[in-house]
């Protein structure tokens, strides 16, 4: 079992920055695929960033720039980076590990942009 939460959220203007944490109860080195979804109202859960065990990483085009995914593995955390904040990036966002084959989630955390 592995216990992701995520930490961060809250409110920005547009053009702000946000870092999101995701702190894991597990040994990250054993987590392959760690990474950040989000759901807006209305719409479905959509991947915005992952990475490996290995560090590569992936991003969805609309945050492709813009935002960061980085892991400490000393600290067991995924951290995303948020910059150039729109307010189409408002949304509740989850963190994801891939731990033996199961997929895991946090309880999520607020995202909200506007001015």
């Known amino acids: 079992q592995v216990q992701l939460v995520e930490s961060g959220g809250g409110l920005v203007q547009p053009g702000g920055s946000l870092r999101l944490s995701c702190a894991t109860s597990?040994?990250?080195?054993?987590?392959?695929?760690m990474g950040w979804y989000r759901q807006a109202p209305g719409k479905q859960r959509e991947l915005v960033a992952v990475?490996?065990?290995?560090?590569?990483?992936n991003y969805s085009d609309s945050v492709k720039g813009r935002f960061t995914i980085s892991r400490d593995n000393a600290k067991n955390t995924v951290y995303l980076q948020m910059n150039s904040l729109k307010p189409e990036d408002t949304a509740v966002y989850y963190c994801y590990g891939d731990y033996l084959g199961r997929d895991y989630w946090g309880q999520g955390t607020q995202v909200t942009v506007s001015s």
């Open positions: 597990q040994s990250i080195f054993d987590i392959y695929l």
């Open positions: 990475i490996t065990s290995g560090g590569s990483t």
